[in-house]
């Protein structure tokens, strides 16, 4: 009885995965045409979000953010700028579907995916735990 529970689990999750493979396929084929038709373009930018946050202790204010600027591919930079009282530093790092191509600070993470969400430039971060 097991067996056959188990193998009948195993067809289904093997099913399950031809339909959610096949539909993925169908999106990718639209996302194409309507691309190759003029009706949209992946590579333009079309998901932003600013994340605003402390980086130093001397300043306050949320002065220092980082922003996420995001292509229908996951394609695009983070533009990060920190702010201190006597300096500010600016820094920009690619991203290529969805990750960092270097690593990530928690709060540019935040802001790819607020982007990917769509959750718009002015978005509630939640806090992030060091």
Known sequence: MGVVAGVTGVVIGHQALRGAKATAEECRQLLTTQSSEGRSDLKAIRDVAVYR???LKEMTGRLS???AMINALGDGIV?????GSSETR????SVVSGKGVQPLSPEEEEAVRAARLGLGPHF???PIKR
């Open 53 to 55: 946050y402390d980086a």
């Open 65 to 67: 953010f980082s922003v």
């Open 124 to 126: 509630t971060p939640q």
């Open 79 to 83: 533009l990060t700028s920190i702010n």
């Open 90 to 93: 600016t820094y920009v790092r």
